[in-house]
């Protein structure tokens, strides 16, 4: 048998796959505002993970009379509001908010992209309309409560579908205008956005200087990355929605959802479900995987709760226990319930029946199932 040395350009694939966001786990908010027209929807209209639900103001409604892709748009004419406990709370990394916007009056002025609630440096919003300036169109970017930046010129007219991407990267806030980015930039490190839903039209606690008149389609606020860093075409197709199927292709990407090399894949089976590393004293979580939280139910007593349930009770678990002060004493775990949302356990010195002893300084946990 002659064996030759094999080339990539000899590999081929050997079924379809569906293309994906392979940042799509960044992705904290993605409303295509697809319904019926004159619908008032507030769930099922987020196709990010999330599931965040919408709010209405007077006159807002889904809407075929503009739309950018799909069915219909959604009709801004007082404000909307999309919930969220943490997706719209950047911290102090990068960052992506964009939209099409289709404006029909700039006789008032009204904001896009807005967590302007209170007081507090957190605090951001994008403002166009008529602005204080008295400069139709041109958008004002409020940031760490009270600073702000403009566009150099009026950036946005009315009658015209126009792509707006707020990106901060590398501690730099640009505006991009249907993929061009205005010159005007601001630098800016500081922690960005709050744990508090985002407004359009109407600010977010009310009380706005004017009523937004605008349609809004295709809707993407990723958490974590700066996805535009240059001059882009604006996007011709509506956002992807979902992370690809299981016949991925090799990324080298951290953001990449999965990798399957063969065509046998990787057993999903063979890889854990779960894991946490924790002070159970302190009971606070130091590294961990698919782990909301850990309860503190009693001295020695624990439970992990999932992020994302398991599909059943029957999977399993393990993990080592030890304190500061006793490094040699076998400790162990034992599982007391084993539920979909969480694996309770006790620790104690092995063999004995002491449960309960002590809270263990450091206790790790992995678990693997189907």
Same mark, same amino acid.
């Given at each position: ?176 205008? +249907?993929? =061009?980015?205005? /010159?005007? !930039?601001?630098?800016? &490190?500081?922690?960005? %956005? ?5 407004? #359009? ?107 994302? +349930?398991? =599909?059943?009770? /029957?999977? !399993?678990?393990?993990? &080592?226990?030890?304190? %500061? ?5 076998? #400790? ?39």
């Amino acid at each position: 048998m002659n064996l030759q040395k094999l080339r990539l350009g000899q590999l081929k694939p050997s079924a379809t796959t569906e293309a994906g966001d392979t940042h799509f786990s960044k992705v904290t908010a993605m409303f295509n505002f697809d319904g019926s027209d004159t619908a008032t929807t507030t769930t099922g209209l987020d196709a990010s993970n999330k599931n965040l639900t919408i709010s209405y103001g007077s006159g807002d409604q889904l809407s075929n009379t503009q739309k950018k892709f799909g069915a219909t748009s959604i009709y801004v004419a007082d404000g909307i509001e999309l919930s969220s406990s943490d997706g719209f709370n950047m911290g102090t990394g990068d960052f992506t908010m964009e939209a099409w916007f289709y404006f029909t009056d700039f006789s008032e002025s009204y904001a896009l992209f807005d967590q302007w609630q209170s007081s507090g440096s957190y605090r951001h919003q994008i403002w166009t309309g008529k602005t204080s300036a008295g400069t139709a169109g041109r958008l004002d970017w409020y940031y760490a409560n009270t600073s702000s930046f403009s566009t150099a010129n009026p950036a946005v007219s009315t009658g015209a579908w126009t792509h707006i991407a707020c990106v901060r990267h590398n501690g730099t806030l640009k505006i991009y205008i +249907n993929g =061009t980015a205005d /010159s005007n !930039t601001q630098s800016y &490190t500081g922690q960005f %956005g709050r744990t508090a839903g985002m407004a #359009f039209g109407d600010q977010l606690s009310g009380g706005a200087s004017g009523r937004a008149q605008y349609y809004l389609d295709d809707l993407r606020i990723t958490k974590g990355l700066a996805r535009y860093t240059s001059n882009f075409t604006a996007p011709t197709t509506a956002h992807l929605t979902t992370g690809g199927d299981s016949l991925k292709q090799v990324i080298v990407n951290e953001d990449a959802d999965g990798v399957i090399v063969g065509t046998g894949g990787i057993n999903p089976v063979r890889i854990a479900k779960a894991w946490v590393h924790f002070d159970g004293t302190a009971v606070t979580t130091l590294e961990s995987y698919n782990i909301s939280s850990v309860t503190d139910r009693g001295t020695g007593l624990y439970k992990i709760n999932f992020s994302t +349930n398991m =599909t059943s009770t /029957s999977y !399993t678990a393990a993990g &080592t226990v030890s304190t %500061g002060s006793d490094q040699t004493t076998p #400790f162990v775990i034992r599982g007391t319930t084993y539920a979909t949302d969480g694996f309770s356990f006790v620790t104690n010195y092995s063999g004995t029946s002491s449960i309960g002893y002590s809270d263990p300084n450091d206790v790790t946990v992995i678990v693997f199932g189907n």
